[in-house]
């Protein structure tokens, strides 16, 4: 799940994104303050906006909204308000980690892709990865599926010239680092971090 407010931009509206994947075609559905987004395939709930959001909360930022149990909690109570039986499924693990690449090998189908496997604490993903300077035994910043890059690029589950890749592997100017080098490649992280912990710029 990511939630995007702007108010200046966007207008006093909350927007959930429930799910990365797209659709062909949709259906919306509104009660009170409260739009739902809706497949009209599997009839599966997509996105949902909340509108007028500032007489429930007031939020003094622009952009992507840390998810937070305060949050996930203040939502589910709207959608309540709203008469809207809809019951929110949050994984709340940090989305930006520290990973260990434990090994890597050449991408079969293409010369510059390498396929890595990167232990990130709880599991081992497999990502897809171009940097020139990726290499086994580092410890990198691993942006998981659902993290949602500065840049406003949601991470998801991709397939890469024929091979699955489960994240992404980061570089300093990707995470807007102030003062990132301007060099290419991944960023590379002391040996001292703790490989599964939440990685904070």
Same mark, same amino acid.
Not at 62 to 85: A, M, W
């Given at each position: 799940?990511?939630?995007?407010?702007?108010?200046?931009?966007?207008? &006093?509206?909350?927007?959930?994104?429930?799910?990365?994947?797209?659709?062909?075609?949709?259906?919306?559905?509104?009660?009170?303050?409260?739009?739902?987004?809706?497949?009209?395939?599997?009839?599966?709930?997509?996105?949902?906006?909340?509108?007028?959001?500032?007489?429930?909360?007031?939020?003094?930022?622009?952009?992507?909204?840390?998810?937070?149990?305060?949050?996930?909690?203040?939502?589910?109570?709207?959608?309540?308000?709203? &008469?809207?039986?809809?019951?929110?499924?949050?994984?709340?693990?940090?989305?930006?980690?520290?990973?260990?690449?434990?090994?890597? =090998?050449?991408?079969?189908?293409?010369?510059?892709?390498?396929?890595?496997?990167?232990?990130?604490?709880?599991?081992?993903?497999?990502?897809?990865?171009?940097?020139?300077?990726?290499?086994?035994?580092?410890?990198?910043?691993?942006?998981?599926?659902?993290?949602?890059?500065?840049?406003?690029?949601?991470?998801?589950?991709? =397939?890469?010239?024929?091979?699955?890749?489960?994240?992404?592997?980061?570089?300093?100017?990707?995470?807007?680092?102030? &003062?990132?080098?301007?060099?290419?490649?991944?960023?590379?992280? &002391?040996?001292?971090?703790?490989?599964?912990?939440?990685?904070?710029?």
């Amino acid at each position: 799940m990511n939630i995007f407010y702007n108010k200046p931009g966007v207008g &006093d509206v909350l927007l959930i994104q429930l799910t990365p994947e797209k659709t062909e075609k949709v259906i919306t559905e509104t009660k009170g303050d409260v739009t739902q987004v809706i497949d009209v395939k599997t009839n599966e709930v997509l996105a949902i906006n909340i509108f007028e959001f500032s007489k429930y909360k007031v939020l003094d930022l622009q952009g992507n909204v840390p998810l937070t149990t305060e949050i996930v909690e203040t939502i589910q109570q709207i959608l309540e308000k709203n &008469d809207v039986s809809f019951t929110l499924e949050v994984d709340l693990s940090p989305k930006f980690v520290v990973g260990h690449v434990d090994s890597l =090998e050449q991408h079969p189908n293409a010369d510059k892709l390498k396929v890595c496997q990167v232990n990130v604490g709880e599991s081992t993903l497999q990502i897809v990865c171009g940097a020139p300077n990726v290499e086994a035994g580092q410890k990198v910043v691993v942006a998981k599926v659902g993290a949602v890059m500065p840049s406003g690029m949601v991470i998801k589950d991709a =397939e890469l010239r024929g091979i699955a890749s489960s994240g992404m592997l980061c570089s300093a100017r990707e995470l807007a680092i102030p &003062d990132a080098p301007e060099v290419k490649g991944i960023l590379i992280l &002391d040996e001292q971090k703790e490989v599964g912990s939440e990685f904070l710029v």
